[in-house]
Nanobody, 121 residues
Framework: QVQLVESGGGLVQPGGSLRLSCAAS????????MGWYRQAPGKQRELVAT???????NYADSVKGRFTISRDNAKNTVHLQMNSLKPEDTAVYYC???????????????WGQGTQVTVSS
């Protein structure tokens, strides 16, 4: 069993900052990509930022220069530092990890339960 648990969401004013964290636990052999996705009401879930185990990153154009993804491979955690937040960043943010649970085993995608981020004055 593998679990991803997010934390750090909340209510923030426009221009403010939040830091999201996600911790993976359970029967983990290795983790490849980890990342953040978000889903606003009435919209499809979209990629925010991802990072490979080697440190390569990918960001949505809408968050480039404002959000920074980081991860600690030893602790199986990934973080999202969000600065200069805008009302359009309001969404439920989900952590996702591509995880192998045993040597030479398949890679599965796991999702966290989501954390709400609301940007409003």
């Amino acid at each position: 069993q593998v679990q991803l648990v997010e934390s750090g969401g909340g209510l923030v004013q426009p221009g403010g900052s939040l830091r999201l964290s996600c911790a993976a636990s359970g029967s983990i052999f290795s983790i490849y990509n980890m990342g953040w996705y978000r889903q606003a009401p009435g919209k499809q879930r979209e990629l925010v930022a991802t990072m490979t185990s080697g440190g390569s990153t990918n960001y949505a154009d809408s968050v480039k220069g404002r959000f920074t993804i980081s991860r600690d491979n030893a602790k199986n955690t990934v973080h999202l530092q969000m600065n200069s937040l805008k009302p359009e960043d309001t969404a439920v943010y989900y952590c996702r990890g591509y995880i192998v649970t045993q040597p030479q085993g398949p890679t599965y995608s796991y999702w966290g339960q989501g954390t709400q981020v609301t940007v409003s004055s």
